[in-house]
């Protein structure tokens, strides 16, 4: 008998291959639909790497008659804010407009199960600072209208009798898998942490704080960084809830407490043993003060417990990739 096989969308970037990793020690059989646009396919440690467009309706036939697909996990999308901002009907198309030709394709195959790749910016500005997965959504950016929107499509469909799913909502994605295999490249990174390490191992001259006067205890920002690991586990567990009959649900992806702009700083310089070239500036136009997850849903619905939720780990891990990369490390692979 064919063993059923997962479509796992986006497996060359930073968190589809974390989780495509994970998925490959555990013997699941998957086919990742890449582009190439930001991902790396030196990333794609596991499965055979088909490399195209999630939008390409007739190449997404001719997958899902090749393969006995009973799952996508879908993880391709645009991710950069500033640019959604600028450039809205680039995210719209490849975030939503080709989620929903995927979801079409998909659901005509009798797919059974999606595993949603969404964003804690559906939220918004929080007046609390905190927010649970019933806290009202109301996106400040087109990058977070376009993952709501696909959320969106997902629960309608799932009404309609099409798959059952698990959007996941991430919060502040950050870190390395340890062993050093996989890592975060992405050209031009404007996360924080990515940005800290980069300027640890003197491939940036600096790193700036975007806002000092927040109202939070050091008056910088405060945002819940899960590492990439755990993340990954939490997509491993989603599937699992889907498979053994779980109905359609919506979950925060953080550990529910926050760091601070200068916590995460003074941690990359601890793990450096040096200091950084720091850089006080205004505050980042639409930065919320606080984003921090409520995260009890996650652990009352899937068999899910995190394993690095300590922020020394997660920036040693992501400090130790920026080092292979800054070397040059054969066994690394990084932006041209
Ligand atoms: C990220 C996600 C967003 C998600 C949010 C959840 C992306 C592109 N963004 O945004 O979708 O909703 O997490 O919490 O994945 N900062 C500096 N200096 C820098 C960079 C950042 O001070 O060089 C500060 C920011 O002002 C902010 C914090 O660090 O307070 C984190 O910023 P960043 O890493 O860019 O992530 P978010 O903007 O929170």
Redesign the pocket.
Known sequence: MKTKTILLTGGAGYIGSHVLRQLGERGETVVTLDNLSTGFREAVTSGELVVGDTGDEALLESLFAKYDIDTVMHFAAH???PESVARPLKYYLNNTANSRTLLDVANRHGVRHVVFSS???VYGILATGKADESTETSPINP??TSKLMTEWMLRDLADAGGPSYVSLR????AGCEPSGTIGQSTPNA????K?ACEAAVGRRPH?????TDYPTPDG??L??YIHVEDLASAHLAALDYLRGGGTSTILNCGYGHGYS?RDVLRAVEHANKAPLVIREEAR?AG?PPE?VAVADRIRQTLDWSPRFDNLDVIVETALAWERKIAARDPTAYWAA
Request: charged fraction near 15%.
């Open positions: 991710t950069v804010v964003t804690a910016a990058y977070g991430y919060f502040n994605v404007t996360l924080l942490v940005v790193v700036s704080i975007f806002g910088t920002g945002r819940d702009v980042r930065d984003l």
